[in-house]
Structures are given as C-alpha cells and as structure tokens.
C-alpha cells in the first residue's frame, strides 16, 4: 500500500511495509505540474498479457510491484497493487513513468487529495 501526501509542489508517494522488498522502492517524489490525471482504477491490467516486468514482483491477477514496461501505456508503468479495488492510476508527462498503479487505503480520498492539490498548483 502507499501513503500519498503533498509538499512544497510535490506529491509524495510513500511505499509501505514489506511492499518496499517487492516494489524495489520506498518513495516516489512527483511534482505536481507533471501529474496529467488521477482516478480510480479498481479494475487495473494486472493480466498476463500486455505488459513485461523490468524490476519487481508478479502474480498475474493477484499482486504487481515494480516497474512494468507496459504496451497499452507506451512506456515505463510503476506498480504496487495487491488489492485491486483500492487502486488508482496517476498519468505523468515528463517523468521517468508514463503512469503509476498505486493501492491506497481510500481511493476517493487519494484523488480528492491530489486532484485538488493540482488545481491548486494549476491555478
């Protein structure tokens, strides 16, 4: 699961417990103007098709952590997903991922939080 909060532009993405083994990564730093859109995803491709591992962990429909590239995506994808319907996916621009996955423990207040810090920083 992640812990996501907002800081001077940035929003901080925090990979918890043993999620930072799998993921191969505790935090992810994104500034706020390079977040293009954030919703729920409580269906997300976590098949066996479509996407091919790079670093991290995978049970096909079950649990995903790391980097993806992913072809439906076009590029790098960062996963850490074990509940599926508690997902959400974050489109970047001019970032290292062109998306991230992320389990966190609200989806609605996850894109609330960040939806409103971008309107903040958009404005």
């Known amino acids: 699961m992640v812990e996501i909060r907002v800081e001077s532009g940035k ?7 043993s999620h930072k083994l799998w993921a191969l990564k505790s935090r992810l730093e994104i500034p706020l103007a390079h977040i293009k859109d954030v919703h729920a995803e409580p269906d997300p491709p976590m098949g066996f098709l479509g996407s091919v591992k790079i670093l991290g962990a ?6 995903r952590a790391g980097s993806f590239y992913q072809v439906g995506d076009g590029g790098l994808v960062f996963w850490d997903v074990r509940h599926a319907e508690r997902c959400i996916a974050i489109e970047l621009d001019h970032e290292h991922f062109k998306k991230l996955y992320l389990e966190v423990e609200s989806p609605d207040a996850a894109v609330s939080l960040l939806s409103d810090a971008m309107r903040r920083e958009h404005a």
Not at 11 to 17: L, N, P, T, W, Y
Not at 58 to 63: A, C, E, N, R, W
Request: proline share 8%; net charge negative.
């Open 58 to 63: 995978d049970i096909p429909h079950v649990f």
């Open 11 to 17: 929003a901080i993405f925090e990979i918890e417990g």
